[in-house]
């Protein structure tokens, strides 16, 4: 079963400009192979085949509307009449890279391949006039959210080196799923579209026999590492990188599928991996995880979280959230998690941080609290706790002290709006030390 979820423009995730369309659907390789007159008729413009790289174009998604894409790479296919014609890797530019695909040339509506002519538009939102290049930067930099942390140089660099997805789809346990960007598997891997995990060891490999066949011989029917949290059928594991090296590494190799910006550690010595399963008698089957580094100078409490595709949006990521806090709580510290967030991750925290914060101001009616006692009691980092605030607009800043100021009335709007509570953590349930260093 695949997964993926599709642009919402009210989430802040993905816009569409409303355009949606523009020009005929016209793309059905007819004419001359190498030319093809597909520009409106006033401006007599050819358009040359196959597409060059960079082009921009708008492409039919799956929604059956047309997008504004960018060409990003092509490849040759074969074709019934031996052709080489191309197929073209494009980047939604409305949207997240994880949506970046190879599609046919009869999905690119040819009639909207775009001049260079950098004419001067208005841009509604400014009221400025500037050239559609300039606009279109602007826009592209607002929709490509948790890229804000990279210089524009590393941002280049990340992008050329993992411009193109690898794999295209892992089996793992009961499910098959699509994967969202590049992971730097070994070279060897790099040339097959599906990959088959064993869902307990994380091992892979390149054929379903020879997961079968290894299905045989793994012992392992859990994690390889401490179980510290059990409450009902969900379990929690902790595996130490260094005693799990290779169970690190894969995981790491199967997370980065689905974690853009997000530097891929080889020495997972200096991680501890908790594991979130579901168990049922068949084993405990990997959910999610995240990351947690053993000793971190910017009091990260957490590196990379995940929840794997066709376990999202049941309240698991809040559940992985809470519990870094509980684990931070009984470390008697105060944490959070490494930057740069992803658009789900910016919004899975916001709305956990949200739903923390404003619970216990509703509590304490006389807003008689301050930002650190918040911090205090609830681990989070003072910066996020007054970041929070701030963008709900419960702090006013006066005689040179931030106070938080709020109604009950204003408190349940956030509230609500800040969506489910996702699975509770039973804290009774937790049976945990923090790390410490074995001489
Ligand atoms: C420090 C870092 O690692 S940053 C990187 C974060 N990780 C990633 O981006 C990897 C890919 N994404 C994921 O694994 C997941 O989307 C996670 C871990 C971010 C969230 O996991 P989930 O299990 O889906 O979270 P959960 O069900 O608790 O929902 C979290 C909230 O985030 C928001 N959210 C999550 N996914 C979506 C989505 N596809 N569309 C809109 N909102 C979403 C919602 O507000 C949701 O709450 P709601 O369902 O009550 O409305």
Redesign the pocket.
């Known amino acids: 079963m695949g997964s993926i979820?599709a642009p919402?423009a009210e989430?802040g995730?993905a816009h569409q400009n409303g355009g949606g369309g523009g020009g005929n659907r016209n793309g059905d390789g007819g004419g001359d192979p190498a030319t093809r007159k597909g520009k409106s008729a006033a401006s007599l413009e050819s358009v040359r085949l196959p597409l060059e790289v960079g082009t921009r174009v708008m492409c039919r998604w799956r929604d059956q509307k047309l997008h504004p894409v960018k060409v990003i790479e092509r490849r040759k296919v074969s074709s019934s009449s031996g052709d080489g014609e191309y197929e073209y890797y494009v980047h939604y530019t409305e949207f997240n890279r994880r949506l970046d695909e190879w599609v046919k040339l009869e999905q690119l509506d040819l009639d909207s391949v775009e001049n260079d002519v950098d004419e001067k538009v208005d841009d509604k939102a400014t009221g400025l006039k500037m050239t559609r290049n300039q606009k279109r930067k602007i826009d592209e930099a607002h929709v490509e959210q948790?890229h804000e942390e990279l210089d524009p140089t590393s941002l280049r660099e990340h992008e050329e080196f993992t411009k193109v997805k690898n794999i295209a789809k892992i089996e793992l346990g009961r499910y098959e799923i699509d994967t969202?960007y590049f992971s730097p598997f070994p070279p060897e891997y790099n040339d097959c579209l599906k990959l088959y995990f064993c869902e307990f060891c994380l091992n892979f490999m390149k054929r379903k026999e020879q997961l079968q066949r290894h299905m045989r011989k793994c012992d392992l029917k859990h994690p390889p590492g401490d179980e510290i949290y059990r409450n009902g059928t969900l379990s929690m594991f902790e595996v130490d990188g260094k005693k799990n090296k290779v169970y690190g590494q894969n995981l790491c190799y199967l997370a980065k599928l689905?974690?853009?910006h997000?530097t891929l550690y080889y020495d997972v010595d200096l991680f501890l991996f908790y594991i979130l399963c579901e168990c049922d008698d068949r084993g405990c089957h990997m959910v999610?995880y995240?990351s947690k580094e053993k000793h971190s100078e910017e009091s990260y409490n957490?590196?990379?979280?995940?929840?794997?595709p066709p376990?999202?949006?049941?309240?698991?990521?809040?559940?992985?959230i809470a519990f870094s806090y509980e684990l931070s709580k009984k470390e008697g510290k105060v944490g959070t998690?490494?930057?740069?967030?992803?658009?789900?991750?910016l919004?899975?925290y916001r709305?956990y941080w949200t739903r923390v914060l404003v619970e216990i101001l509703k509590k304490k009616h006389n807003n008689n609290i301050s930002i650190k006692d918040l911090s205090d009691m609830t681990a989070i980092k003072t910066d996020d706790v007054l970041n929070t605030l701030q963008s709900l607009d419960l702090i006013q800043y006066r005689k040179g002290v931030h106070a938080i100021c709020a109604d009950a009335k204003v408190l349940d709007r956030h509230l609500k709006a800040a969506?489910?509570g996702?699975l509770e953590v039973d804290v009774s349930k937790l049976i945990w030390t923090p790390y410490k260093e074995q001489s």
């Not at 376990?311 to 992985?320: A, V």
């Not at 998690?337 to 991750?345: F, K």
């Open positions: 979820e919402k989430n995730i948790g969202w689905f974690l853009d997000k999610g995240f957490l590196a990379c979280i995940l929840t794997l376990y999202q949006r049941k309240g698991y990521g809040k559940f992985l998690p490494e930057r740069p967030l992803s658009d789900l991750g919004l899975s709305g969506g489910r996702g």
